[in-house]
Every structure is written in C-alpha cells, then in structure tokens.
C-alpha cells in the first residue's frame, strides 16, 4: 500500500510512520509529501527518506478548489492508496475528501471526543486539558469526515496529567505516545487488523 503523506511543519510523526515502513512495522510504501509550507522540517525529512515533495499552496494555486484538484492529482499520480495528516494546518477541500473518502487518517493530540473541534489545536488543546483540571489526556488516532476531529476513532492512547504539568510538558508526554500510536494505528489499518469503512 502506498502512504501519502500532508504536514506543515516538523513532522515528527510522519518520521515515526517513515521509520516504521523502513523497519518492517508498517507493510507500506511512503509515497508522497503535499507540504504547504516550503520551509517545514518535513521536507527534509522526505528527503532523508528518499520520499518525493510537492509543495502546494495559496501561493502555487490561489483558488482554494485549484489548490484542492491539484493536490488530489498529485496524491492520485503517486498511486497513493492512504493518506496521512501529520500536522497539515490547512482545510482538505472537497476533491480531496471525496476522492480519498474514508481513507484520510488524522491524529489529534486529546482523547477525542474531548477537546476537538475548532480552535483545539497544538498547545491550546493541551491549555484546555490543564483548565478542566482533567487526570487523563492522550492521543487519537481518527478517519477525516468533512467535520474536523468528527470521523470515527481508530484508536487512542492515554497518559496521565501531572499535578505539575505545564502545557509544554503535557504536549511533551502526549506527543512521545502520539510516535507509538499513530505508526501502529496504520501497520493495523494497512493489514486489515483495523478495517475502514
Ligand atoms: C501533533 O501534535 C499532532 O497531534 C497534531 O499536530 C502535531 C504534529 O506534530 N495533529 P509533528 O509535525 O508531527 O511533529
């Protein structure tokens, strides 16, 4: 199976999922990297790897539906079969959505369905946590439905708040279990051990 792969920054679980396909954990292929960002840290990482990139964004296609086709297109010339959101900042457009429905895994630094939706992103979610005074936060691994953080949930991983905990040290503590979780979700996905709709 072929992994394409949307990130806008570092990259840090698309280089686990990188390193899981290299060691045999992951029976798939990496394909593909759609960056916006023409300076993020997962260009080079793709590079390292031997992964083509395509940067693609409001400055290559300034229509919102172009940029959508276009990177509909190129997932679809790389024979890209899954497609994997590692910190893509940007909206999927409709082409996208629908030419890869269900087959668009995001992960999401919360124990969904809590602390999802709109605004709850990198260290804000992690604020929210520290706020409600929650014990437990975590990771989820989900499918993309036209509503963010709304598909269903493929799997989750928990890690305990600390009475200490700042949101550094709480995004630290979910994004070490998010490298372990988002690689094993896809090795299951991609065997069929988790089935997709
Ligand atoms: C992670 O916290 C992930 O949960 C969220 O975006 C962040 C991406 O980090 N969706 P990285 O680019 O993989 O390091």
Same mark, same amino acid.
């Given at each position: 199976?072929?992994? +394409?792969?949307l990130?806008?920054?570092g990259?840090?679980n $698309?280089?686990? #999922?990188?390193? /899981?396909?290299?060691? !045999? ?8 990297l ?11 990482r ?10 693609l ?18 997932l679809?010339?790389? +024979? ?8 893509y $900042?940007?909206? #999927?457009g409709p /082409?996208?959505?629908s !030419? ?6 995001n992960?999401?630094p ?5 602390f ?17 005074r929650?014990?437990?936060s975590g990771a989820t691994v ?23 905990d700042?949101?550094e040290?709480?995004q630290?503590r ?5 490298h372990?979780l988002?690689?094993?979700?896809i ?11």
């Amino acid at each position: 199976m072929k992994l +394409g792969f949307l990130a806008s920054h570092g990259g840090s679980n $698309m280089q686990a #999922i990188l390193d /899981a396909c290299a060691s !045999g954990q992951i029976a798939a292929t990496p394909a593909l990297l759609v960056c916006n960002n023409p300076g993020a840290t997962a260009i080079e990482r793709a590079q390292n790897a031997g992964m083509p990139s395509r940067v693609l964004n409001g400055k290559t296609h300034p229509e919102f539906a172009e940029l959508d086709q276009a990177i509909f297109q190129a997932l679809q010339q790389a +024979g890209v079969e899954l497609v994997i959101l590692a910190g893509y $900042m940007k909206k #999927i457009g409709p /082409a996208v959505l629908s !030419g890869y429905r269900n087959r668009i895994l995001n992960i999401h630094p919360a124990l969904l369905p809590k602390f999802g939706g709109k605004g709850m992103y990198g260290m804000h979610v992690h604020r929210a946590v520290l706020e409600a005074r929650e014990s437990e936060s975590g990771a989820t691994v989900h499918l993309i439905d036209q509503v963010y953080d709304e598909g269903p949930i493929l799997q989750q991983a928990s890690v305990p708040v600390l009475a200490d905990d700042t949101p550094e040290t709480l995004q630290a503590r979910v994004l070490e279990q998010e490298h372990k979780l988002y690689p094993d979700t896809i090795a299951k996905v991609v065997t069929g051990e988790i089935p997709l709709p």
